[in-house]
């Protein structure tokens, strides 16, 4: 009774109530000098724990017991008290604090050091995994299993269930430290880095990087990612709510030495010669070939089950840059996105290298674009956690044909609806880049557009908050109907957008693919049911406009498994001129804004294969009356009018000529 009596006493001491917090309001723990095993397993995701190396701890160090509370850390910033209970998580003074970047856990220890007289900082991650591990090699420092008192909804999850966070509740290590597996994650001071090879002393990362290390697990993350071995990380600017941090006190401050690590295959040998392009006169269609390629065995490079949902653009050397995530399950956080490379006159992929990962992080949806004035964007999703729901949107911009990128930087930062990135940006007439997300994670949540009118300096969602409209013809609303949308500029300025989902009856009551149109940058959309039929699972079309100027729609005419027999297959006309069934992957041209699509081709060339479209499609066979059933669709044009197809593992080539060459249709 004693011993709990001074526990209880100690954490009101820590709370530092009223601003007056004091050094000893914190409890601090000695952790002495020594040695250990750093780094894990190694398998499937957690490539990054290895290799299992030495590392020597020189200089003892005080670390708090727990994670700094919202009473403590409001004692620097009195202001952070307003993000109490977002998310429906740490509300009460001994709360574990959340919603504090890298920077803001900086800037306490730089307060706290100033106030005190001492040094404080951030914790090395060798130093966070030698004082969570405590002498101990066993999966958590508890032993095989975490105990029932550090469990906190340890599952995926897409809504927080609401856990208290409160420090020093669970069993304390053998150090006396509190909540090292879960409660929250925590800020160490590293950038992230591959480990080294050898025996290290007082490591200290990389000497440059793109994010910065945290450590430990959270509240609703499974049980997995809370091991002692477990690497996670962060772009620095980042804040949500499963990351708080605990501090050190120590004189010494271990100091970074070793260089970034060496970029991956797809920014190396990067040709920096400007392209010349030829337009190529003659109706062209190229068999499709995979550019999803294995990388070698022990190449380091991490590749996954379920490759899927590419993007593509071109690039002022001529090259052309896939990138696409590969993931063992879609809404887990070991998915990593990896780039290939066709470099320019070889008609050859490079095998799949790491193109962006936040480590631990599920980063769903990818886009490319090249602007036409010497720079290519990249948006990609972040997620906090492991499902796809509550995104932020990461921007990084390259002036050197992808060699380099700039630092990924939050365009939008909260983690929330609306942010699952759409292969598809635009560059409008006005110079605006317009970027479409999915508007939720579910099947028919609508799309919603990203608009920055500066060059991706700032970027703004026109949505006014209501919630979504009846997806019916004639109908208003301020999302996009259908999920995956492809978006155009019309010739008059508004927009149009083709997607997936929320379809709509036609005049004789047929569903049909929605068509959405908006005159005011996104803020109402007006509703009609076009000509196509829907489509849905393993399915997203392509809408873009050529360089020649028609609209270009890339569909399926059916799902293979969903639609009812009797409404499969589309009319096409073969070489004879007679019209025939046809089933799967096509293309359809409009010469009017979209108002009509006479053209309308099935992608093939009429040879049969037996491919593998990889992802959901798996094998089929391309003949004369079949395409491509299913594939998350990519597509750029470059400028000699050749037309680049992705789907979730083939490459198309083709262009508007070849489309065109069977058509007697109205122009």
Request: charged share 25%; net charge negative.
């Amino acid at each position: 009774m004693r011993k709990q009596g001074r526990r209880a006493a100690w954490l009101l001491a820590c709370l530092g109530l009223g601003g007056m917090l004091q050094a000893q309001d914190i409890q601090m723990v000695d952790i002495p000098a020594g040695t250990f095993y750093m780094g894990g397993e190694g398998m499937g995701e957690d490539y990054d724990e290895l290799p299992i190396h030495k590392v020597r701890i020189t200089h003892p160090f005080r670390m708090s017991a727990t994670e700094i509370t919202n009473a403590q850390y409001e004692a620097f910033r009195p202001e952070h008290r307003a993000l109490r209970g977002k998310d429906g998580v740490s509300r009460e003074d001994d709360e574990a604090v959340v919603y504090v970047s890298y920077a803001d856990a900086v800037a306490f220890c730089e307060w706290l050091s100033a106030k005190e007289g001492k040094t404080y900082r951030l914790p090395t991650e060798a130093e966070w995994e030698y004082a969570c591990r405590a002498g101990t090699y066993y999966i958590y420092n508890v032993g095989d299993g975490l105990t029932e008192k550090m469990r906190k909804h340890q599952q995926v999850v897409r809504d927080l269930a609401p856990v208290s966070l409160r420090v020093g509740q669970s069993e304390p290590n053998a150090f006396g430290l509190y909540d090292m597996h879960g409660n929250v994650e925590e800020w160490c001071l590293d950038w992230y880095g591959p480990y080294l090879p050898g025996e290290q002393t007082d490591p200290a990362g990389r000497t440059a990087g793109e994010y910065r290390v945290t450590r430990g697990g959270s509240h609703n993350t499974p049980d997995k990612y809370l091991r002692s071995a477990n690497r996670m990380a962060m772009i620095p600017e980042d804040k949500h709510a499963f990351t708080g941090f605990r501090i050190v006190e120590s004189e010494f401050t271990p100091q970074a030495l070793t260089p970034p690590a060496l970029p991956p295959y797809n920014q190396q040998e990067v040709n920096q010669t400007k392209w010349t392009w030829t337009v190529v006169d003659e109706p062209l269609f190229r068999a499709p070939v995979p550019y999803v390629l294995k990388p070698e065995a022990g190449s380091g490079e991490p590749f996954f089950a379920h490759n899927h949902q590419p993007a593509i653009t071109w690039c002022d050397n001529g090259d052309l840059l896939a990138i696409w995530f590969s993931a063992n399950e879609e809404n887990g956080r070991g998915m990593v996105v990896l780039a290939s490379r066709m470099r320019a006159g070889t008609g050859v992929w490079d095998k799949a290298s790491l193109f962006f990962k936040v480590p631990d992080r599920n980063m769903t949806g990818s886009s490319l674009l090249n602007d036409g004035h010497g720079t290519l964007y990249h948006i990609n999703g972040v997620e906090a956690a492991g499902d796809w729901q509550n995104l932020a949107m990461a921007m990084r911009t390259s002036q050197d044909n992808g060699q380099t990128w700039s630092p990924p930087r939050l365009i939008a930062p909260e983690h929330t609806k609306r942010h699952q990135v759409i292969a598809g940006t635009i560059r409008t007439r006005e110079g605006y880049l317009v970027q479409a997300c999915d508007a939720g994670p579910g099947s028919h949540d609508g799309a919603a557009i990203h608009i920055s009118r500066d060059g991706g300096q700032t970027w703004s969602d026109p949505w006014d908050g209501a919630p979504l409209p009846s997806f019916e013809d004639g109908a208003k609303g301020s999302t996009i109907a259908g999920i995956h949308a492809g978006i155009v500029q019309l010739k008059d300025g508004s927009l149009m957008a083709l997607g997936r989902g929320n379809s709509i009856k036609d005049a004789s009551g047929r569903l049909r693919m929605p068509m959405s149109r908006s005159t005011d940058w996104g803020k109402t959309w007006t509703y009609s049911a076009s000509e196509f039929p829907p489509i849905d699972g393993g399915q997203r079309l392509v809408l873009l406009r050529l360089n020649e100027g028609p609209l270009l729609l890339i569909s399926f005419t059916d799902h293979p498994l969903r639609t009812p027999e009797a409404e499969r297959g589309m009319d096409f006309t073969n070489k004879a001129g007679n019209t025939h069934k046809g089933y799967g992957l096509y293309a359809a041209l409009s010469y009017d804004e979209g108002k009509t699509w006479p053209v309308k081709r099935l992608l093939t060339d009429g040879k049969e294969r037996f491919l593998d479209g990889g992802a959901w499609t798996k094998h089929f066979i391309m003949d004369e009356n079949h395409a491509e059933p299913r594939g998350y669709m990519a597509a750029t044009q470059t400028p000699d009018n050749l037309i680049h197809l992705l789907s979730s593992r083939l490459y198309y080539c083709f262009n508007l000529k070849w489309l065109e060459e069977l058509s007697d249709g109205e122009k």
